[in-house]
């Protein structure tokens, strides 16, 4: 028979799952469990405390305990592999690689990448998963003058941003963020519904590395050196699974 406190924690937990307890919403008091579970005081206090720590609730002094949001939360901050913020959440990071081809751009791509009309790029689309649940669906299309071999990268075991940070150490991002309702394709391969809300982080990256540059760090030669754009992606994440925020200080 499992402990007092792990039944409550259990409750507490499928009451949240379900959908019937959400994020913000206050959790029964110590007094209140202990009187509904038949339980001391401190059995309650444990099974609060316990979920507290683990992030799954939020206590305010003198207000009570309530439903953390605990969706995964990625800093605008600051650019990170989707790969490594995973894993720094103890999570289990896994893929779905549903597109590697090589295209001509039209006029929109071509000025975004800050190469010809009509010249070949390299596209991508990937699906990123935690605990194999969807969390971001990848598009992406590389300058192929960064990393002629991309299309050939191991991109199961290490992902796009690590391989062009590589050969082109970032210097400049444009961000952007909205929400949007996204195509069938794009819903089916999160499963979510199609009318279900996703942040869509639009994002172009550059690079200050001259071409010429071989070495393995960025160069130090020219500190004025043009920005070269080597990337631009489109990446969607489930409003329900996702957040972005980050930590301001002046």
């Given amino acids: 028979m499992q402990p007092r406190y792990i039944h409550i924690k259990t409750l507490i937990l499928d009451a949240i799952e379900a959908g019937d307890m959400k994020p913000g919403d206050q959790v029964p008091s110590e007094n209140q469990l202990a009187q509904t579970h038949g339980v001391s005081r401190m059995t309650a206090r444990r099974a609060l405390s316990e ?3 683990e992030g799954i ?4 002094q003198g207000v009570g305990t309530f439903v953390s949001d605990h969706r995964p939360m990625s800093s605008m901050l600051e650019i990170k592999s989707i790969r490594d913020e ?6 289990r990071y896994t893929n ?8 001509l751009a039209g006029a929109v791509l071509a000025n975004k990448l800050a190469v010809n009309e009509k010249a070949s790029v390299f596209r991508s689309v990937i699906v990123h998963c935690e605990n194999t649940l969807p969390v971001q669906y990848e598009e992406r299309w590389v300058n192929p003058m960064w990393l002629p071999d991309y299309l050939e990268k191991d991109l199961k075991s290490q992902t796009a941003n690590f391989y062009l940070n590589e050969v ?3 210097s400049q991002a444009d961000n952007s963020v ?3 309702l996204v195509n069938q394709d794009i819903a ?6 199609n009318n279900e809300p996703c942040l869509k982080v639009s994002r172009r990256t550059f690079t200050r590395r001259s071409l010429n540059d071989t070495s393995l ?5 020219n500190t004025q050196s043009t920005n070269s754009v080597v990337s631009y992606a489109e990446l969607y994440h489930p409003g329900s699974r996702y957040r972005l925020g980050g930590h301001l200080e002046f």
């Fill in 217 to 221: 760090t960025p160069s130090t030669t």
């Fill in 57 to 60: 609730l939020m206590r305010s």
């Fill in 96 to 103: 779905h690689i549903l597109v590697l081809e090589t295209l």
């Fill in 86 to 91: 995973i894993e720094q959440r103890g999570h």
């Fill in 168 to 170: 082109a150490p970032l």
């Fill in 188 to 193: 089916k391969a999160l499963t979510i519904k």
């Fill in 178 to 180: 909205e929400a949007v």
């Fill in 51 to 53: 979920m507290v720590d």
